[in-house]
T-cell receptor
Framework: SQTIHQWPATLVQPVGSPLSLECTVE??????LYWYRQAAGRGLQLLFY??????ISSEVPQNLSASRPQDRQFILSSKKLLLSDSGFYLC??????????????FGPGTRLTVL | GNSVTQMEGPVTLSEEAFLTINCTYT??????LFWYVQYPGEGLQLLLK?????DKGSNKGFEATYRKETTSFHLEKGSVQVSDSAVYFC?????????????FGEGTQLTVNP
């Protein structure tokens, strides 16, 4: 069966510090991968998605970036964190089967607090 | 563009009460519709889905019917339990130029008291 991991689970970082969040998927190959952010008390915002190694699409311009160095690894980064980067970051994967309506499966999330 | 509007929360119910969480959508074409649930401190779990008009998704006693004529996908459960306390997200999936995307509603917080 497929599983999705995220780490760290929680993170407290000072403003201006760098960030690296990691997401890995097991039990599938060539998945679509997604990064979402959930700000406190609000819905989910799609930040990045990837259909393959090195292929990243950005949905929202900001000081975050994403990379996909391996097929089942998706990394969210920042060079300098802002207070507004605080939130709950969720990684998700979906299969590629030709159907445009594939289910997305979510990881456990990383809670980031920027002070 | 595509959007999802959910009933504002929080919703507080007593155990065994009937639950309805309203969800309406705006979309071009015929999206698939989903309900996800987020328990405290956790990621999102797929609760149920429907891929075409008049489909009914169901799971764990929850149901939702894809109503094209009213562009709605309301979530219902006949008798809620304390363990159903969570945030519920309605979402639609549409096909972009580089793959499918999910658009979420703002979420509805449900608290069930014993």
């Amino acid at each position: 069966s497929q599983t999705i991991h995220q780490w760290p689970a929680t993170l407290v970082q000072p403003v201006g510090s760098p960030l690296s969040l990691e997401c890995t998927v097991e039990g599938t190959s060539n998945p679509n991968l997604y990064w979402y952010r959930q700000a406190a008390g609000r819905g989910l915002q799609l930040l990045f998605y990837s259909v393959g190694i090195g292929q990243i699409s950005s949905e929202v311009p900001q000081n975050l970036s994403a990379s996909r160095p391996q097929d089942r690894q998706f990394i969210l980064s920042s060079k300098k964190l802002l207070l507004s980067d605080s939130g709950f970051y969720l990684c998700a994967w979906s299969a590629k089967s030709g159907s445009p309506n594939q289910v997305q499966y979510f990881g456990p999330g990383t809670r980031l607090t920027v002070l | 563009g595509n959007s999802v509007t959910q009933m504002e929360g929080p919703v507080t119910l007593s155990e065994e009460a009937f639950l309805t969480i309203n969800c309406t959508y705006t979309a071009t074409g015929y999206p698939s519709l989903f309900w996800y649930v987020q328990y405290p401190g956790e990621g999102l779990q797929l609760l149920l889905k429907a891929t075409k008009a008049d489909d009914k998704g169901s799971n764990k006693g929850f149901e939702a019917t894809y109503r094209k004529e009213t562009t709605s996908f309301h979530l219902e459960k006949g008798s809620v339990q304390v363990s159903d306390s969570a945030v519920y997200f309605c979402a639609l999936m549409w096909a972009g130029t580089s793959g499918s995307r999910l658009t979420f509603g703002e979420g509805t917080q449900l608290t069930v008291n014993p």
